[in-house]
């Protein structure tokens, strides 16, 4: 048995496929992701660490949005998922924890039943990472509208975005995306407009 750790832009890729509302390649579909947790290399006014719990739609919690745009990693993502006609709430950690909650469709299932649709989840859900480890660089990051749609959403839900996200704009640049990151040289204010 192999361990794995999933890559925190795997998770950053599932909540821009959310927030676009484009769907996952393969059997898995999300139906809606609720909580999340975000991590920084160093502290700042929002803390090291955030978390929202129990949201109706965290790809719209200003909370995660501005986070995002501070370069600040997902540490984990949880939310109903869809595997065929079953729906799964799962919470995902990078370490390469999964955890299969016993509601929605597995609720009242018998305990070989909900193994079995764990298994399977499992399954769909480390395929797709083994899938999008295999694309492209370019696929395997959000395109730069997503950074745009977030700090659209944040001005809309009043928050003032008061630093340059270039440095956010320059990690996917050498992460190795070839969207307009490589044309985009610098200026907060020709970005937002």
Request: proline share 3%; net charge negative; hydrophobic share 35%.
């Amino acid at each position: 048995m192999n361990e794995i750790e999933f890559d925190p832009d795997f998770l950053l890729w599932l909540f821009a496929k959310e927030k676009n509302s484009e769907g996952l390649p393969g059997n898995l579909s999300i139906n809606m992701l609720t909580d999340a947790e975000i991590r920084g290399s160093e502290p700042d006014l929002l803390g090291q660490r955030s978390k929202v719990d129990d949201s109706t739609d965290i790809t719209k919690s200003a909370l995660v949005l501005i986070n995002v745009l501070q370069q600040k990693a997902f540490v984990a993502l949880e939310g109903v998922f869809g595997l065929s006609d079953k729906f799964v709430r799962a919470r995902v950690s990078n370490d390469g924890r999964v955890h299969v909650k016993a509601d929605h469709a597995i609720h009242g299932s018998s305990d070989i039943e909900r193994m079995a649709i764990s298994i399977a989840f499992l399954r769909e859900f480390t395929s797709l990472y083994e899938s999008w480890k295999g694309l492209d660089d370019e696929y395997r990051l959000p395109p730069l509208e997503f950074l745009t749609d977030i700090y659209e959403e944040c001005k809309r839900q009043g928050v003032e975005v008061t630093f340059s996200i270039d440095s956010v704009i320059e990690e996917y640049r050498q992460k190795g995306s070839s969207e307009n990151y490589s044309d985009y040289q610098s200026g907060f204010d020709d970005f937002t407009e």
